[in-house]
């Protein structure tokens, strides 16, 4: 039991280049996330899935897509990347317990890029 | 508009000693409270959440307040260890939202 897998660890770019990121969960989650976590701004969300085939809008989803085909999948891309997206990418997957359940997002451990 | 504050970047302690994380919220439909712990280089892990029906909720060396009329929440961490040393974040939810709005976060430092 992986968890939450994040591939690459490590990417740089330059600017106008395009990538991207997977996250792979094996808990079977129905809801995935994309957060972004730049110094002294916390955890940010970019987009966010709650199942296969739907995606939503974050907090911060301007010059990103996702794309969720499969359920333990969830892609972040970047089409033209800018030095503004120089960050660490987290990808996190949680499960519904109900109202009054706990509920709690797992982590993958990152993927540090930089745009130059 | 910052929904969840952590207005202490920085936090040192003594081994042994008591550690408290503070974190204030604005929006008075959250209902649920979380609380991370992320070292360099790694994800967040969870730590330990309370619902916003409870005023406690303790797990071993880690107690969490909730104060909803003050809309503050803590963290104690008793005794601290070299070992806790981390950035901690907090996170709330509001009602059958699955999004978690996260505080800045806070580097706690214990001092051996």
């Known amino acids: 039991n992986a968890g939450v897998t994040q591939t690459p660890k490590f990417r740089v770019l330059k600017t106008g280049q395009s990538m991207t990121l997977l996250c792979a969960q094996d808990m079977n989650h129905e809801y995935m996330y994309w957060y972004r976590q730049d110094p002294g701004m916390g955890l940010r969300l970019i987009h966010y899935?709650?199942?296969?085939?739907?995606?939503a809008k974050g907090e911060v989803p301007d010059g990103y897509n996702v794309s969720r085909l499969k359920k333990q999948n969830f892609l972040l891309g970047l089409e033209s990347a800018a030095p503004s997206q120089t960050s660490v990418y987290f990808c996190?997957?949680?499960?519904?317990?109900?109202?009054?359940?706990?509920?709690?997002?797992?982590f993958g451990p990152g993927t540090r890029l930089t745009v130059t | 508009d910052q929904q969840v504050k952590q207005n202490s970047p920085s936090l040192s302690v003594q081994e042994g000693r008591i550690s408290i994380l503070n974190c204030d919220y604005t929006?008075?439909?959250?209902?649920?409270f979380l609380w991370y712990k992320k070292y360099p280089a790694e994800g967040p892990t969870f730590l330990i959440s309370?619902?916003?029906?409870?005023d406690k909720n303790e797990d071993g060396r880690f107690t969490v307040f909730l104060n909803k009329s003050a809309k503050h929440l803590s963290l104690h961490i008793v005794p601290s260890q070299p070992g806790d040393s981390a950035v901690y974040f907090c996170a709330a939810k509001s009602g059958s939202a699955r999004q978690l709005t996260f505080g800045s976060g806070t580097q706690l430092t214990v001092l051996p």
């Open positions: 309370i619902s916003s029906i409870k």
């Open positions: 899935s709650v199942g296969e085939g739907t995606t």
């Open positions: 996190a997957s949680s499960t519904w317990r109900g109202a009054g359940g706990s509920y709690e997002q797992y």
């Open positions: 929006n008075s439909m959250f209902d649920y």
